[in-house]
Structure formats: structure tokens, C-alpha cells
């Protein structure tokens, strides 16, 4: 059931005024989304406020495993950041509206740019497990998406373009950082398939995937890209690669074969978007 427009905008203000209020006034310049297994970076954050997702107004709760469910503020980098620990997937039973409500709330907030992370199946026959991808473009193969109902006209037009929806001066700022890091051939670039889930795709569908310009495949991301790009926010976007369904590689896979991939991977992702924060 869609919500009207006039009552998803005061949904989205009493749960910014409720993080206003219990944070005493913080002000995060850059949103952070963690995905699964990824939760770790908000070891490297300076916590100023720790907020239950169970307490904030409107808020949905994660259900799915290694999603924490809470809204860390405080310094990364050098930034002053809101780090959603743990997001929400259409599989889980919420609508599009409730899955992005979160980035909309940190739009509110008055952050400036969006970074989000995610486990992802590799297709690229070139990718190995636990690389990081760029995201540099999507393809979205939900059912649905956050736009469809009534136009939310404070927060974005009806028609968003969609000609770049990850920022070239964020992807390049992180490339760079790559290479200064030490770690750029665990670095690629590449487009993402986002597909509904909760089940992973089957061989067919792998190859589908590969055929139609897919380099990675997940079950997220996309519907918070284009709540972002709809209120004008730069997104950085990075996949984690945590199964291999490339030709060669596929093989049974379950949850604790991708968080094991994920906690390989987490160092260098937590790194990467430090030094992205910083410029350096």
C-alpha cells in the first residue's frame, strides 16, 4: 500500500528530529551503508552517538544476519559521519519506500554525498574472492522501486536522470586510493545486477547476468541509489566479491562461506573509504 506523499515527508521528519534530538544537534556531512558481513568499519569510527533502529520514529528493523540495526554517529576520517550499521532488502517483506527511508532521513540530516557497501556473487570471469568493485553502473532487476507511488517534490523531481548515478569524482578519488594504498589489483570496476533474493541465482540465471552486461549480482544497493540520485546526493558504491559465479567457479555457496569472504575484504574496504573521506 503506498503511503501519501504529505505523510511519508512527516514520517521522515519526526525520525530526523528524533536523531536531532537524542544526538544533541549532529550534523553528519557523509552517510555510510554497510552491508552484509560488512559492519566492522564502525570499529574505525569515532562514536559520538549509538542510536537502536528499534527507537527511531518510522524506522524498520534489519532481520537479516551480521545487519546490526543501528545508526552510528561520529568521526571518520576526518568527517563527521552516519553510519547506517546493517540496511533493508525488499526480500525481507518492506516496501521500497520503507527500504530507502533511512537515506532519506540522513538527506534530512543534511548529509552531502552517500557511500554504500555491499556482498556481491562475481561474475566477471577476471574478479576473485574478496576483491572490492567500483560500482560504475546498475542494472536494476527489482520489481519495483522507491520513485513509483506519489512524488516526493521537496526531496527530488519526478523525473531524476539517471545518466551517471555513481559520482566519476568519487570513483576516481577512490581508484586512486587503491593504488596509494597498495592494493590496486584487488580493485575493480564494474557493473552491478540487483536482483530481489532472498535465493541466490541459479546457473542460468548466472549466465543471463553475464550476457545482458552484469559484472557483479546482489539483492540491494540499487533502490538507495536511486533515492539518492533523486535528492541530488553523489553516491560511491562498492561491492564486495563473495562468491564466484563466474564459468569454472560456481560451486555451492551459503551465509557463512560470504561472511567469511566479507571479513577478508574488510580491511581493505574499511581503508579505502577512510582515504576516500580524506582525499588522501
Do not use: W
Request: aromatic share 6%.
Amino acid at each position: 500500500m503506498t503511503v501519501p506523499a504529505a505523510q511519508q515527508l512527516q514520517q521522515l521528519r519526526e525520525a530526523a528530529a528524533y536523531i536531532q534530538h537524542h544526538s544533541h544537534g549532529f550534523q553528519p556531512d557523509t552517510g555510510i551503508i554497510l552491508g552484509t558481513g560488512l559492519g566492522g568499519l564502525v570499529h574505525e569510527v569515532q562514536v559520538q552517538h549509538s542510536l537502536s533502529y528499534a527507537d527511531i520514529p518510522h524506522f524498520p528493523l534489519s532481520t537479516v544476519e551480521s545487519h546490526a540495526g543501528r545508526l552510528i554517529l561520529g568521526q571518520l576520517g576526518g568527517r563527521q559521519v552516519a553510519v547506517l550499521q546493517g540496511r533493508f532488502h525488499y526480500y525481507e517483506g518492506y516496501t521500497m519506500q520503507q527500504v530507502v527511508f533511512p537515506v532519506r532521513v540522513l538527506k534530512l540530516l543534511g548529509i552531502g554525498q552517500l557511500l554504500v557497501s555491499n556482498a556481491a556473487g562475481g561474475l566477471h570471469p577476471d574478479f576473485a574472492l574478496s576483491d572490492l568493485m567500483l560500482i560504475e553502473d546498475h542494472i536494476n532487476l527489482q520489481p519495483t522501486n522507491p520513485l513509483v507511488g506519489p512524488n516526493l517534490d521537496e526531496l527530488g523531481p519526478r523525473f531524476p536522470d539517471m545518466f551517471a548515478p555513481y559520482d566519476p569524482t568519487l570513483l576516481a578519488r577512490a581508484e586512486a586510493a587503491a593504488q596509494q594504498l597498495g592494493f590496486a589489483d584487488r580493485v575493480q570496476r564494474g557493473v552491478y545486477a540487483s536482483l530481489p533474493g532472498p535465493m541466490l541465482e541459479s546457473p542460468a540465471e548466472y549466465r543471463y547476468l553475464r550476457t545482458i552486461g552484469a559484472d557483479a549480482v546482489g539483492m540491494s544497493t540499487v533502490p538507495e541509489v536511486i533515492a539518492a540520485r533523486h535528492m541530488e546526493l553523489p553516491v560511491l558504491a562498492v561491492s564486495v566479491i563473495t562468491d564466484l559465479a563466474s564459468p569454472g567457479n560456481l560451486k555451492p555457496v551459503n551465509i557463512q562461506h560470504i561472511l567469511a569472504a566479507a571479513a577478508e575484504a574488510e580491511p581493505r574496504l574499511t581503508a579505502l573509504i577512510k582515504a576516500v573521506l580524506t582525499g588522501r
